[in-house]
């Protein structure tokens, strides 16, 4: 059985062509051609079954079949505020693997100890897009450009919200734990720091905000194993069947 393949497409219930990036992978790559039929995805929580109608060297027109709703594979709003890394790689490869396993928005916090102050959007918008189609992922998350850290805990937020880090003298409980605490407001917010953690000030800034202040385990982990492990965490206890 030929295995049917999956387009992000912004507009896809308005438009009735590829965008260039897609229209290339699919005359080009995969050399589909006029009745092949694909599954387009609007990152919206739409899919649609689709057929090509002209396929001609930049171009890739189609008609739409049949739009197929998705539902919500968790519960919840499910954010993630880190510190970027100095290695930008690294930053993707937590991007990438938080878009599989499944998130709503992403921040990046300008905090005292930060080794990265710049985020290019544009080069991660791309590694977001390629990780929906891999994952099958229905909705497309939210990504925010560089913030300052006390301008982030001051804006209001709602659900819960956590901050990560390694000091013992500021009381921590694991995340998990607070994960699965019954609440009303099952969104949840995660502050994970630079590779030298954050500022001892800054943890006491964000838990006078309302932040809880939590630890990710026993092990102390790189700024994208943190990130990926808070975003693990979330995602288990707010599966659909969860919290």
Same mark, same amino acid.
């Given at each position: ?27 080009? #790559? ?16 739409? $899919? $649609? ?12 027109? $189609? ?147 309302? $932040? ?18 808070? #975003? ?10 969860? #919290?």
């Amino acid at each position: 059985m030929k295995e049917v393949r999956f387009f992000y497409v912004p507009d896809a219930q308005t438009a009735t062509e590829l965008p260039s990036d897609e229209a290339m992978h699919a005359l080009r #790559v995969l050399r589909m051609k006029i009745g092949d039929e694909m599954m387009l995805m609007d990152g919206q929580g739409n $899919y $649609y079954r689709a057929e090509v109608t002209l396929a001609h060297t930049r171009h890739c027109f $189609y008609e739409i079949k049949e739009q197929l709703p998705q539902q919500r594979q968790w519960q919840g709003h499910i954010h993630l505020a880190v510190s970027p890394t100095k290695m930008m790689e690294r930053v993707e490869w937590m991007t990438e693997k938080a878009v599989e396993v499944g998130i709503d928005e992403l921040s990046f916090l300008n905090c005292q100890f930060s080794e990265r102050r710049l985020v290019k959007l544009s080069r991660l918008e791309k590694i977001v897009v390629s990780a929906l189609k891999q994952s099958r992922k229905a909705w497309a998350p939210q990504l925010n450009e560089v913030i300052s850290f006390e301008q982030f805990i001051q804006q209001p937020r709602s659900g819960r919200k956590y901050i990560a880090h390694c000091y013992d003298e500021v009381p921590r409980t694991f995340l998990f734990d607070e994960l699965q605490k019954p609440s009303d407001n099952i969104d949840a917010t995660v502050l994970i720091g630079p590779e030298g953690d954050f500022s001892i000030d800054e943890v006491r800034q964000a838990v006078a905000a309302g $932040y809880v202040s939590v630890h990710l385990g026993r092990s102390r982990l790189r700024t994208e194993t943190a990130g990926l492990s808070a #975003v693990m965490m979330m995602q288990l206890s707010r599966e659909n069947g969860g #919290v």
